[in-house]
């Protein structure tokens, strides 16, 4: 049967009891839960050990190139076509700073956006919690925590005990 | 202060109540009279804009009252005008979130969509002036056979890419902010199709403390190059004129006036926005009278910096001692164009002062009418500075005057009829006041309470 399982979906009634309790089995050596809540919860992140940074460093990464790239093409423009104006130095610098900055800010969206739907594995159609009709309330005021069942120290039993004790009110098994 | 007056959503609220509530106004039955009734009258302001366009790209642009010198006229001003109400949208979600404002809650949403479509109207308006739009593309750097490039020290060229990377940001951050209430809604459909729609859009959003984690990441990178990008968009613009040596455009001073300007004209469409929610969902305690009142008083910090701007103005001309500056202002104060001059001035240096008193900035119609003035104000401040500044500028010969023509005002109007257009199907098809924002300031404001006993 636990071939068959997602894992256990329990409730809790607030934020409180739910930090409280992803702390707790997250010290008991689970790996494999998450948490969801309607708004972001303070802390949450860290009890569940949550610490990558890599959607500003991707975001960083791209805004640099864009940027590097923006400057490089103004440059490889001027050169190319050599254009005097007045008498104006063929390599204005200056005046290239705003398409640059313009081009860098477009680097930083859009490396801050699709690395979030990238490495949140958007879009993702199908999930199996979408099966339990109780997860609904996750978008409108429950807060879950979900212990899947492909943790290596997944007991079914023993977990349902230990989200009990942390305040849990419903414990649902969410098929596969 | 009375804490009673300045509640910024009803006391007992709960996270599920207002999700409901919100997810009512886009999945109930019917929308109210007042939205068929507004949006059928906007709809038909809006075909003047069709009709305007198209006969416009039919004739060309001498359809607009433009001449030499006066060269930019109308299509300039409302470009001004527009993207300069956009910077509202983004200042409120960005710089108000990262530094932690919980009003800006339940008027980010509203905000960020002003945003999205003013920013189209504005980019429209380049286009039309082009006279040739087919050839837009040319501003992009792209191989072609003539091995030309675009020219990288135009203030034309910076232009197009300030105004695209604010459209691709601007459309990115409305699209980050909706994400987790298109799964909302999924999650409240009733209807196949419905949760389909809502569904798609959404992506797959669960709400997990992991999609929030990376969620919040780019959140804050998006809201940190906000600042830059709010300060730098309009002030771009600006450069259009400044960088010239026109007498009145060439001031060193205009980026931040443009923009102050820019966040006045903006916070007073997010005043009449707010208003017209208020009215048509019936969200007097989630946008209250606390909401108006800081609209007020961001429209007050702003306007205080453009009537300095324009003391700043005055003096600089007097001060380099040249006659061309001076006769700007000699012309702006008493030549043909005067009666726009002293409109602004009543409007943005006179009637503004009205938003001073709390009792008029939390009063309906009483912000209702300083936010209109404002909106004229600000276009008739883009008015003198496009028209007064060209049409008598150095050499006598070259001097002459423009009359805006019907096709001037007409496109105009109807651009208004597309923006009203487009926010109504907005706050019909998407959750006008952000719930996720709501959620976590009713959150916050429960923890708050918990730690005060």
């Known amino acids: 049967m636990d071939e068959r399982l997602h894992g256990l979906l329990a409730r809790f009634p607030d934020a409180d009891r739910l930090l409280a309790a992803s702390r707790d089995l997250r010290r008991r050596g689970l790996t494999r839960l998450d948490a969801y809540s309607p708004h972001p919860v303070e802390g949450l992140d860290q009890?569940?050990?949550?610490?990558?940074?890599?959607?500003?460093?991707?975001?960083?990464?791209?805004?640099?190139?864009?940027?590097?790239?923006?400057?490089?093409?103004?440059?490889?423009?001027?050169?190319?076509y050599p254009f005097n104006v007045g008498g104006r130095p063929v390599l204005s610098w200056p005046a290239y700073s705003i398409v640059t900055f313009a081009m860098t800010m477009v680097g930083a969206t859009l490396g801050a956006m699709l690395s979030m739907l990238w490495l949140n594995g958007f879009p993702r159609p199908y999930h199996?919690?979408?099966?339990?009709?109780?997860?609904?309330?996750?978008?409108?005021?429950?807060?879950?925590?979900?212990?899947?069942?492909?943790?290596?120290?997944?007991?079914?039993?023993?977990?349902?005990?230990?989200?009990?004790?942390?305040?849990?009110?419903?414990?649902?098994?969410v098929p596969a | 202060?009375?804490?009673?007056?300045?509640?910024?959503?009803?006391?007992?609220?709960?996270?599920?109540?207002?999700?409901?509530?919100?997810?009512?106004?886009?999945?109930?039955?019917?929308?109210p009279r007042a939205w068929w009734l507004a949006l059928g009258l906007a709809t038909l302001l809006s075909l003047l804009f069709l009709v305007g366009v198209v006969y416009v790209l039919s004739v060309g642009v001498g359809a607009f009252g433009l001449n030499i010198p006066v060269a930019w006229g109308f299509p300039i001003i409302n470009t001004i005008w527009w993207i300069g109400i956009a910077h509202a949208g983004t200042l409120i979600s960005a710089v108000l979130w990262l530094t932690r404002q919980d009003w800006r809650a339940s008027i980010s949403r509203s905000a960020e969509a002003m945003a999205m479509f003013a920013i189209v109207l504005a980019g429209s308006y380049p286009l039309l002036h082009l006279g040739r739009p087919q050839f837009a593309y040319f501003l992009l750097p792209y191989p072609n056979l003539m091995d030309l490039w675009p020219q990288w020290r135009s203030p034309l060229v910076w232009d197009f890419f300030a105004i695209a990377s604010y459209l691709l940001f601007t459309a990115s951050f409305l699209f980050l902010s909706l994400l987790p209430d298109l799964?909302?809604?999924?999650?409240?459909?009733?209807?196949?199709?419905?949760?389909?729609?809502?569904?798609?859009?959404?992506?797959g959003w669960r709400n997990s403390a992991r999609h929030w984690h990376r969620y919040q990441q780019a959140h804050r990178v998006l809201a940190v190059i906000a600042?830059?990008?709010?300060?730098?968009?309009?002030?771009?613009?600006?450069?259009?004129?400044?960088?010239?040596?026109?007498?009145?455009?060439?001031?060193?001073?205009?980026?931040?006036?443009?923009?102050?300007?820019?966040?006045?004209?903006?916070?007073a469409t997010v005043a009449i926005i707010a208003i017209v929610l208020r009215a048509l969902f019936g969200f007097r305690d989630l946008i209250t009278r606390a909401h108006l009142n800081r609209l007020?008083?961001?429209?007050?910090?702003?306007?205080?910096?453009?009537?300095?701007?324009?003391?700043q103005e005055v003096f600089t001309a007097f001060y380099t001692g040249e006659d061309f500056y001076r006769s700007v202002y000699y012309d702006r104060w008493s030549g043909p164009y005067a009666?726009?001059?002293?409109?602004?001035?009543?409007?943005?240096?006179?009637?503004?002062?009205?938003?001073?008193?709390?009792?008029?900035?939390?009063?309906?119609?009483?912000?209702?009418?300083l936010a209109v003035i404002a909106e004229i104000g600000m276009w008739l401040e883009r008015f003198q500075i496009v028209i007064t500044s060209t049409h008598k500028d150095y050499m006598?010969?070259?001097?002459?005057?423009?009359?805006?023509?019907?096709?001037?005002?007409?496109?105009?109007?109807?651009?208004?009829?597309?923006?009203?257009?487009?926010?109504?199907?907005?706050?019909?098809?998407?959750?006008?006041?952000?719930?996720?924002?709501?959620?976590?300031?009713?959150?916050?404001?429960?923890?708050?309470?918990a730690d005060h006993g």
């Not at chain 1, 791209?62 to 103004?74: K, M």
């Open chain 1, 47 to 80: 009890a569940l050990g949550l610490s990558e940074r890599r959607v500003p460093v991707i975001a960083l990464v791209c805004a640099v190139v864009a940027g590097a790239g923006a400057l490089a093409l103004q440059v490889y423009a001027s050169l190319d």
């Open chain 1, 128 to 173: 199996p919690l979408f099966n339990v009709a109780e997860f609904d309330a996750a978008s409108r005021d429950g807060y879950f925590l979900c212990l899947e069942a492909s943790d290596p120290l997944f007991d079914a039993e023993r977990l349902r005990e230990h989200l009990l004790q942390n305040g849990a009110v419903s414990i649902r098994e």
């Open chain 2, 1 to 31: 202060m009375n804490r009673r007056r300045d509640e910024l959503a009803p006391p007992g609220l709960s996270a599920g109540a207002l999700t409901d509530r919100v997810s009512a106004t886009v999945l109930g039955t019917r929308p």
């Open chain 2, 183 to 203: 799964a909302s809604l999924r999650d409240r459909a009733r209807h196949r199709a419905v949760q389909l729609f809502y569904g798609v859009l959404a992506l």
């Open chain 2, 227 to 267: 600042v830059p990008i709010v300060v730098s968009v309009t002030g771009t613009i600006s450069l259009d004129l400044a960088v010239s040596i026109v007498p009145g455009f060439h001031f060193t001073i205009f980026p931040p006036y443009f923009v102050a300007g820019a966040l006045y004209s903006g916070f």
């Open chain 2, 296 to 311: 007020g008083i961001m429209m007050l910090c702003f306007v205080l910096v453009v009537d300095y701007a324009y003391l």
């Open chain 2, 339 to 369: 009666p726009f001059y002293w409109g602004m001035i009543l409007c943005n240096v006179v009637l503004a002062q009205g938003l001073w008193f709390r009792r008029l900035r939390e009063s309906v119609p009483g912000l209702l009418c």
């Open chain 2, 396 to 449: 006598p010969s070259a001097w002459d005057t423009v009359t805006p023509s019907a096709w001037d005002w007409l496109t105009y109007a109807g651009s208004i009829g597309v923006f009203v257009v487009l926010l109504l199907l907005f706050i019909k098809l998407m959750p006008a006041i952000s719930m996720h924002d709501m959620r976590e300031m009713l959150h916050r404001r429960k923890q708050r309470e």
